[in-house]
T-cell receptor, first 113, second 114 residues
Framework: GDSVTQMEGPVTLSEEAFLTINCTYT??????LFWYVQYPGEGLQLLLK?????DKGSNKGFEATYRKETTSFHLEKGSVQVSDSAVYFC????????????FGKGTTLSVSS | DAGVIQSPRHEVTEMGQEVTLRCKPI?????LFWYRQTMMRGLELLIY????????DSGMPEDRFSAKMPNASFSTLKIQPSEPRDSAVYFC????????????FGSGTRLTVV
């Protein structure tokens, strides 16, 4: 079945450092890909998405490109802030197959000043 | 829009008791999802509804779990009897149609079974 694999955390960075969180997927169809963020004590919020190959999703300085050839959707940010500290989830959804969102295990990011 | 509303935010109950979690989706959203989050297993889909009809309940762990959606604005997830291993954060989410829009999640219910 479809699945998502994220890099293990936690990721600890200093403010203004470059961030990459790796995400790869396995899918039988043509999924849409998402990144969600979860701040402490809150639900998940959609950060960005891409619905087809080579699409780039971006929001709040974060970017991810849908790479079909490598089945990847890595999250990047050029300069992280303390306020970016949260848990980040990669997810896929194959609406043609009628599947709900399938999440990776999540990666905890901690940014210090 | 008040977003997806879940209640209660926290629930502590004794093993063997019945627990009912509640969710009000965003008005007009026709898909509703229940997820469970634990440290060990991450986010697991339990069940989802389309137009109030259960579509996929293969993630419901066992017969002790049941979910209903009597109308478009309300859903419940019931655990009877509850066990300590049910302790988790339970999230409800809703989505509009089959468009590739993101889900909107509620703030979750943190369940502790002692």
């Amino acid at each position: 079945g479809d699945s998502v694999t994220q890099m293990e955390g936690p990721v600890t960075l200093s403010e203004e450092a470059f961030l990459t969180i790796n995400c790869t997927y396995t899918a039988t169809g043509y999924p849409s890909l998402f990144w969600y963020v979860q701040y402490p004590g809150e639900g998940l919020q959609l950060l960005l998405k891409a619905t087809k190959a080579d699409d780039k999703g971006s929001n709040k300085g974060f970017e991810a490109t849908y790479r079909k050839e490598t089945t990847s959707f890595h999250l990047e940010k050029g300069s992280v802030q303390v306020s970016d500290s949260a848990v980040y989830f990669c997810a896929l959804s194959d609406s043609q197959a009628g599947t709900a969102l399938i999440f990776g295990k999540g990666t905890t990011l901690s940014v210090s000043s | 829009d008040a977003g997806v509303i879940q209640s209660p935010r926290h629930e502590v109950t004794e093993m063997g008791q019945e627990v009912t979690l509640r969710c009000k989706p965003i008005s007009g959203h026709d898909y509703l999802f229940w997820y469970r989050q634990t440290m060990m297993r991450g986010l697991e889909l339990l069940i989802y509804f389309n137009n109030n009809v259960p579509i996929d309940d293969s993630g419901m762990p066992e017969d002790r779990f049941s979910a209903k959606m009597p109308n478009a604005s309300f859903s419940t997830l019931k655990i009877q009897p509850s066990e300590p291993r049910d302790s988790a954060v339970y999230f409800c989410a809703s989505r509009l149609s089959l468009e590739e829009s993101g889900y909107t999640f509620g703030s979750g219910t943190r369940l502790t079974v002692v």
